[in-house]
Structures are given as structure tokens and as C-alpha cells.
């Protein structure tokens, strides 16, 4: 009997942990990889530029678990470096896998093709967008480093490097000789003062309100978290990189809190809170409104991965998975809390409204009374995504954006990988003209594999979000005819859309229809939403020193 290779105990270990799929583009030194990618039981979905990949396997890595994505040596690995920045930045974990030279190569030290400096370049620098990063130059130690690589990824939710040598990926593959490594504990002495100034902080409050991020979602804890909540009776708000991390029908939902671009309500209760539980978050500038946000650190508990602090003080060696759990079992008396802010459904549209032109906020009200119930909503930067934080989705985790690191290109990739994690959903990318001019023609993939996302181009003549804060001809683009795309594709079905009659229908008839859809949703210029005014004009203050 033949020993196993390299390559098949690559994939079939990454189908041990739950991926089904991988998003890639061949080149020569992955093409050996790609065979063995070809004979495993993960389904291959190739794409048409690099970033495209990296995005792609980061919407599957935030709907599934883990992502992976296959590219070629340099080439591919750096065009799809941006893509896995961000994948770092918000936590979310893809595995890479790159082809490379053979170790007889790197000896000699050729000028080989697709080589920048040295035969490490590629590695070195990604390095500094994952958690643990390998070179398989040696088969014998080949599993023991796959293993280490993805369980880093797991543990850290953030991605990982597994380089592959084009002649290595053939070869047998030597015994996994590693040790299970003891789990990571809490201190149990600094877990109990934690949790017990924690419960005192929490029955001492008259309106405390917990803000469920990104990282509940990522590790698996929006249970636990949940439980505290409905057993406490606690209203939770969400961040935008968290949007849907909870259900936002649940009645104890009151919206997404990022400092002055909230909605008025949830910033009114979040910032007059007495007691802010932050589990699981980030203090980015984004979450934190661009300085606009007025929070107390004297009446805040922040519980994420990397930090435990209650009030001012800080507590080392605490699992932020302990401490949900033992704060759940704590008896601390249930608030009475009704949700002033529930919000309803948006109004139908009335009988005079359907010639109107559209704006952005007319959108964002008629897209949420036409979403689909079993809707994923994937938003690109931009309009796209801050005019979107009052939309209410149905499910949990079913609204994906590039929120922190906020690079335009996001969405019609990531869509694309959501619907490989979610085939039952019907997925919706909303992304701007621009934006999509960088990553949109990934339709085209969606015409290989048969996929039927419905993708909204916003169209408003350029990079709208940049004319908020600093007006300039270098915010114009090309205008494209967007809606003639289907005819290039020969696949699926276009409209262009102007009023908010034709919208509506257009969007009714997208989400019954089993079909890719591409809508043009042409807006006034220098139009955009109330929620985008605001954050613009944050930003404008801190960039704009005409503004200062």
C-alpha cells in the first residue's frame, strides 16, 4: 500500500475540519497542488483575479468557520495580500495555501521566475497578516506543520500560511509525531474576582446593556452571551462588523451602536448606560464612530480574546469563554427591561411614491421590505455598508461586511463564498459603482458554477463616500453601462432602476426568480444616506484640515 502524500493529507485533514470548499487560480508552481486538490473531497471553485480568492474564502470563512484559499507562488500570494489583511484585522479564519519552488531551487538560488528578493519574501511578509505561517520543505515534518498551522487558526481565528514546494506535494508524507498540546486555562483565582466584581457591577445598575462583537461569532460563545442576556433581561446592541451576530428580530435588540453614526435611539441608550457589558469587541475607530462615541471606562466591562478589563481594573489569565460561563451562572436579579426601540417593519410604499425618484435611503427601506426571508446580505464599503445599519435581517449571522479594515472590492466576492457555505440562502451584494468596478466582474464566476447571488450596484457616478469627506475630480470613475453586463456574461438577467416603483418590483421579482440578477440602482451624485452623512462628516473633521 502506497504511503499517503503531502498532498492528499493536506486536503483530506482540511476536510477533517469542516471546509468543503476552496476558492483558488492556478499557476505553475500550485498546479501539482491543484491535482491533488482536484482528487480530494473539497469542491474547487477557481476565480478570476486574486483578490476575488481572498475574498471569497473570507465570506465562506465568516458563514462556515474556516476558509481556504489556493494560489500560485508571489504572483498570486501578493495580489491577494489584501484580502488576507483584512481577513486578520477582523478575525477571520482562512488558510492559504501557496505553491512554491522546490528546495533544490532555493539551494542553487536561481533568478527564477516569480521570485521578488528571496525564496522567503512571500513568506516573511505573510507573516505579518497570519497567526502561524509554514514552508513544507521537509515531508517527514509535513503533517506535524499542517497541524500546527490550522490549529493556530482555529484557536485564533485568524489566518494562516501553509506554503507548498511544487515537487514536495508529491511525496510521502511522514507520521504525525506532535503531541496534543494542553488547553490554554484561566487563572482560577483571577477568574473569580473577575466575574465576582463583574456580577457586582451588573446589580448595581439601573440600565446596564451588553454589545455582542465580532469575536462571540468567531469563537462560538453568542449562546452563552445570549443567555445572560434573555436570564437578565439585558438589551444588546451590535457593532457593524457584528451586524446580525444575534438575531435583530429578538425583542431584546435595540440596533448597531458605532458612536455618532448609530441610530439616535441606540446611541442614547448605549452612551446613558451605567453599566456597557462589551463582549467579544473591538475599540476600533469604526465602533467608536470616528470620535464620536462618549463612553466611561469606569462603568464598562470588556471581555474580547486578547483583554479582561472591569472598570479600571485589568485581570490577566482570564478566557473570555470562562468568564461568559461563569458569569452565567452567577444569581444577579433580572432587570425589567422592555424595549422601547423595537423597530417595525419599514412603511409600504404609498400609492403616490412609486414614480418618485430613488435615493439612498429609499434603498435601504424598499430592500428591506423586498429581502428575501432566508436572506444573507453581504455589503461592500461605503453607502453600501453604513447605510445599511438600520436594516433589520431575519437570521443570525446573515449580514457579512468588511467593517473594520474597510476595503472596498468585498463584496460580490465574499458573496460569492457565502453561497458555497449557504446554498439554501438567497444572497444579496449591495456594493457601490465603484467597488465594484475593482472585484464585481467575479460575477463572472457566478455564471461558471451556476450561482444566483442578486447584486445591487449602487450607482452614483464615482466614489461617493470619498466626495462626503473631501470633494476632488480623483473621486470620479468611467461610467459603465452595468445593467449590459448580462448580455457580456451571456447568464442571468439585468435591469437598470431609477424610481422607487421599479426598484421595488425589481427586487420582488429577484428574490422569486432562480436566477443571477444584476440591478443598476442609479442615485443622485452627491446623494447618501443619513447614517453615511454622519460618519463622513466625522471622518471630514479628523482628514479635512480645511475642517479643523
Known sequence: MLQETVGAFLFEYLYQQGIRHAFGIPGDFVLPTFRWLQKSRLQLLTMTHEPGVGFAADGYARTHGLGLACVTYCVGGLNMLNAIAGAYAEKSPVIVVSGGPSPADRRRDPLLHHK??????QRRIYEEVTCAATVLLDPTTAADEIIRVVTAVRTQCRPGYIEVPFDVVDLPIGKIICRDQPAPQSNPENLAAAVDEAAELIRGARRPIIIADVELHRHGLTDTAMS????LNIPVAATLLSKS???????????????????????????????????????????MGMKTANLSRRKTILANTERLSIGLHSYEEVLLADFLQELAKREIPRR?????????????LGEGEYSDALDADGFFRIFELTMAEDATVVCDVGDAMIGAIGLRTRGRSTFLANAYYLSMGFAVPAAIGAMAARPGDRVYAIVGDGAFQMTGMEISTCAKYGLHPIVCILNNDGYGTQRQIIEGPFNNIHRWEYAKLRDVLNYGKSVRVGTKGELHRALREAAAADEMTLIEVILPRDDSSLPLRRFASALARLRDGSQS
Do not use: K, M, W
Open 116 to 121: 521578488v528578493r528571496t525564496f522567503d519574501t
Open 228 to 231: 445572560i442576556a434573555a436570564n
Open 245 to 287: 451576530v444575534i438575531s435583530e428580530t429578538s425583542p431584546l435588540y435595540i440596533g448597531v451602536y458605532s458612536g455618532g453614526v448609530s441610530e439616535p435611539e441606540c446611541q442614547e441608550y448605549v452612551e446613558n448606560s451605567d453599566c456597557l457589558i462589551l463582549l467579544g469587541a473591538f475599540l476600533t475607530d469604526v465602533f
Open 336 to 348: 425589567d427591561f422592555q424595549n422601547p426601540y423595537h423597530r417595525a417593519q419599514p412603511l409600504p
